[in-house]
């Protein structure tokens, strides 16, 4: 993201890259982060002036967190926001990393949910620039990852009820 240092990433580009592991800049807010097999990433691609909470992309955020929050209250998790920082927690670990741009108003990039990726791909950087939290998927605090489909049903559901808005999923 914009705000991102190459101190966070823990491992040298070149030593990523024969991993199979691409490092891109993009312009979205936010430092360094991940984004691989195992996660539901969501971007969204809104006007903000639609929404509930108009042009005040701090509420944007929080609703991305509050969708995220309700789906993973539906699993029984204890999920919380964690200020000052961006995203969703269970306790000290991140289950959702979130950065979005805005250009005239319109909303893009998005939310990473972690359902079931390879968490050891998080040790290779400092997720968000925070080096003293974890990160934490759904199949690590279930005990086992809820199908892909049903979570993301569950996120259409909440970002639907958070909006007051059908929510259109790709191929819908």
């Known amino acids: 993201g914009r705000a991102g240092h190459g101190v966070n990433l823990r491992a040298p580009e070149a030593d990523l890259t024969r991993r199979g592991i691409e490092v891109v800049s993009v312009e979205r807010g936010g430092d360094v982060t991940y984004h691989g097999p195992g996660q539901i990433v969501g971007y969204p691609i809104v006007s903000l002036e639609t929404l509930p909470g108009g042009r005040?992309?701090?509420?944007?955020?929080?609703?991305?967190?509050e969708a995220i929050l309700r789906v993973l209250a539906s699993y029984g998790l204890d999920a919380r926001r964690r200020p000052p920082f961006t995203g969703v927690w269970a306790g000290d670990r991140k289950v959702a990393a979130i950065g979005v741009a805005v250009r005239r108003w319109v909303a893009f990039h998005g939310f990473a949910l972690n359902v079931n990726p390879d968490l050891s791909h998080f040790d290779l950087i400092h997720p968000c620039g925070i080096r003293h939290l974890g990160v934490a998927s759904l199949e690590s605090l279930l005990g086992a990852a809820p199908p892909r489909g049903e979570v993301i049903a569950r996120l259409a559901h909440a970002f639907s009820e958070v909006w007051g808005r059908p929510v259109l999923l790709p191929n819908d």
């Open 56 to 65: 005040d992309l701090h509420r944007y955020l929080r609703d991305l967190e």
